[in-house]
């Protein structure tokens, strides 16, 4: 387990299960009204390539609940993130230190 901010995360039970968030007891974190599959066939549409690797998480910005993917497309590695509870893309950048 993690602390970010005021909400703790807990691992996924296997590679294939999201990073899920918890809220403390002193905030109520939103729950996810998108599935993971149907987040992930947004995060496909908006960047298409091979997902890598993806979570669940308590980010700053949309309702505050998204998933993130990282995407696999030609040489480089992106960074999708679909808000969980409306759908909106709200990142779509190449990961990394190097972004060109």
């Known amino acids: 387990m993690r602390k970010i ?3 703790t995360l807990l691992a996924g039970i296997a590679a294939t299960l999201p990073v899920l968030a918890v809220a403390s007891p002193a905030q109520k974190a939103p729950k996810p009204k998108l599935t993971l599959v149907r987040a992930q066939a947004i995060a496909l549409k908006a960047r298409p ?3 890598t690797d993806h979570e669940l998480e308590a ?3 949309g309702s505050g609940l ?3 993917f990282d995407i696999k497309a ?3 590695t992106y960074e999708v993130g679909v808000d969980a509870v409306t759908g ?3 990142e779509n950048i190449v990961e990394g230190p190097n972004p060109d």
Do not use: A, D, H, M
């Open 74 to 76: 030609g040489s480089k």
């Open 66 to 68: 998204r998933y993130s």
């Open 59 to 61: 980010e700053k910005g």
């Open 5 to 7: 901010g005021r909400l």
């Open 49 to 51: 390539g091979k997902v």
């Open 88 to 90: 909106k893309v709200l």
